[in-house]
């Protein structure tokens, strides 16, 4: 079975930083890990899920959504099977439930991704 596992969530002063992972595991996925484009999505109470990044499946492309340009950095280590969100400059509107996500795909829609992590949370205080 298939298995997704955020961590790193937690709460921050504005301005201040943290790094999520999403670590791989179980079935056949983990083996085929590099096969896969990885995203982060987030939920804020009472919003849909929105895309945040995402990564090819060799780390060589990124794309960001545009409120977080400049401030996140997503990065993957296929030896370790793990996804990474570095978030600086937080900000209050970041607060939300952080998912990552696979996908044979390299896409921002969440509809095309297969796999989800239980999700973290990140709260940004003023």
Not at 21 to 45: D, K, L, V
Not at 97 to 113: I, L
Request: aromatic share 14%; charged share 15%; with cysteine.
């Amino acid at each position: 079975q298939v298995q997704l596992v955020e961590s790193g969530g937690g709460s921050v002063q504005a301005g201040g930083s943290l790094r999520l992972s999403c670590a791989a595991s179980g079935g056949t996925f983990s083996t085929f890990f590099s096969r896969n484009a990885m995203g982060w999505f987030r939920q804020a109470p009472g919003k849909e899920r929105g895309f945040v990044a995402a990564v090819t499946r060799s780390g060589g492309t990124t794309m960001y959504a545009d409120s977080v340009k400049g401030r996140f950095t997503i990065s993957r280590d296929n030896s370790r099977n793990t996804v990474y969100l570095q978030m600086n400059n937080l900000e209050p509107e970041d607060t939300a439930v952080y998912y990552c996500a696979s996908s044979y795909y390299y896409h921002t829609d969440p509809s095309e991704y297969q796999y989800w992590g239980q999700g973290t949370q990140v709260t940004v205080s003023s």
